[in-house]
């Protein structure tokens, strides 16, 4: 059986007369910028998140650049991040004039680890933002002291979390501000580039505001310099017709990860670490196996997709070289050649899954 690694078209097809009709409704107002769905989606994204204000902005990348300006991060300053991470988490904060300082992630849950974020604290550190990776939570609470302790801000990157739980509160909601984005594969995905930043500080929520468009206030006189980043109408539109959708999307990944997670056990493959309830809602399922590379192979022979995210750390690219700290960042620089992300995604059919197992334990 072939099982593709993400088959969207399952997703759209399932939608399609809504989202048409989401369409005609964003052709008959015709006010493409700033139209009534990006204020009915950033109430119902506030709504979602437990009561914390939602700002629409043009992807996940300017939200986290957005969200670390709007809670007062800036030139001069250094912000702590997970070396094991997509590169658009770095380049984020390098978009907000800070520069990214890498740190290691734990091994158990490839998140940032505490004590390794506390170790690249230093005098301009002003702000951590940790990576609720594969829609895992960050292990949230020593980030926070660490935070606490030496005043410094936290931005989440929630870009793969929506809807995970910490003790019963959304990410989103359990720093200063985070950042979601809807690029179409994300567990909420738009029909193209999209963005939001949340904030509990409603203070925050407003400088985010500004901050997408030219740093105006709504009398349109800019209050600081900001380039522009704004939420299509006709994405929000289309993003409406799926939020209410994600909760029930988010239980069939938990209950897909649950099939894989049982199957697997006993076996040379290691599912992802068991998660507190609410925690993980399984953007990805990432597996480790010291044959990786074999593993990979075989399944693609029996036409099974599967992909590595990542396959090398931040500083393993060119472009971030410079962020490259020896013997600091072991475990991010191991993982990338033991990860595997199997085939997950709410539409994909118990059978499917089965044929990804049995590949798998064919080994
Ligand atoms: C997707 C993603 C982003 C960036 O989102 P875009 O909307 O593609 O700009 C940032 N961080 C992580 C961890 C992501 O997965």
């Known amino acids: 059986?072939?099982?593709?690694?993400?088959?969207?078209?399952?997703?759209?097809?399932?939608?399609?007369?809504?989202?048409?009709?989401?369409?005609?409704?964003?052709?008959?107002?015709?006010?493409?910028?700033?139209?009534?769905?990006?204020?009915?989606?950033?109430?119902?994204?506030?709504?979602?998140?437990?009561?914390?204000?939602?700002?629409?902005?043009?992807?996940?990348?300017?939200?986290?650049?957005?969200?670390?300006?709007?809670?007062?991060?800036?030139?001069?300053?250094?912000?702590?991040?997970?070396?094991?991470?997509?590169?658009?988490?770095?380049?984020g904060i390098a978009l907000s004039g800070a520069a990214p300082v890498l740190a290691d992630v734990d091994p158990t849950t490839l998140t940032l680890d505490a004590a390794s974020a506390a170790a690249a604290i230093g005098p301009r550190t002003r702000a951590l933002v940790p990576v609720h990776l594969y829609g895992r939570c960050a292990d949230m609470e020593p980030l926070l002291?660490?935070?606490?302790?030496?005043?410094?801000?936290?931005?989440?990157?929630?870009?793969?979390?929506?809807?995970?739980?910490?003790?019963?509160?959304?990410?989103?909601?359990?720093?200063?501000?985070?950042?979601?984005?809807?690029?179409?594969?994300?567990?909420?995905?738009?029909?193209?580039?999209?963005?939001?930043?949340?904030?509990?500080d409603p203070a925050v929520a407003e400088r985010a505001r500004g901050l997408r468009e030219y740093g105006w206030r709504d009398d349109r006189v800019s209050l600081e310099r900001a380039g522009q980043s704004r939420l299509d109408t006709l994405q929000a539109a289309l993003l409406?017709?799926?939020?209410?959708?994600?909760?029930?999307?988010?239980?069939?990944?938990?209950?897909?990860?649950?099939?894989?997670?049982?199957?697997l056990a006993g076996s040379t493959v290691e599912p992802p670490a068991a998660a507190p309830a609410g925690a993980h809602v399984y953007h990805l399922y990432v597996v480790r196996?010291?044959?990786?590379?074999?593993?990979r192979e075989r399944l693609r022979s029996r036409g099974i997709g599967t992909l590595v995210h990542y396959p090398r750390p931040v500083h393993a690219h060119p472009a971030w070289a410079e962020l490259a700290r020896p013997g600091a960042l072991d475990v991010s620089e191991q993982a990338p050649r033991e990860i595997l992300s199997l085939p997950l995604y709410p539409q994909l059919g118990d059978d499917e899954a089965d044929a990804v197992v049995e590949a798998v334990l064919a080994g």
């Open 1 to 91: 059986m072939n099982v593709p690694f993400l088959d969207l078209r399952r997703e759209t097809d399932e939608l399609r007369r809504e989202l048409g009709a989401a369409f005609e409704s964003v052709l008959d107002e015709s006010r493409f910028i700033g139209g009534r769905a990006v204020s009915d989606l950033e109430r119902e994204l506030a709504a979602f998140s437990g009561g914390a204000e939602a700002v629409g902005v043009g992807s996940g990348t300017d939200a986290i650049a957005i969200a670390l300006r709007a809670v007062g991060v800036g030139p001069g300053d250094e912000v702590v991040t997970a070396a094991n991470t997509a590169v658009a988490t770095v380049a």
């Open 145 to 200: 002291g660490l935070a606490r302790e030496n005043g410094l801000r936290v931005v989440e990157d929630a870009a793969q979390a929506h809807g995970a739980e910490l003790q019963g509160r959304r990410v989103g909601t359990l720093g200063d501000a985070a950042a979601f984005s809807f690029y179409p594969t994300k567990n909420l995905g738009a029909l193209g580039d999209a963005g939001a930043v949340v904030a509990s």
């Open 240 to 263: 409406l017709v799926k939020l209410p959708l994600l909760e029930r999307w988010n239980e069939r990944r938990r209950e897909l990860a649950a099939r894989y997670t049982a199957a």
């Open 289 to 295: 196996s010291r044959e990786r590379d074999a593993l």
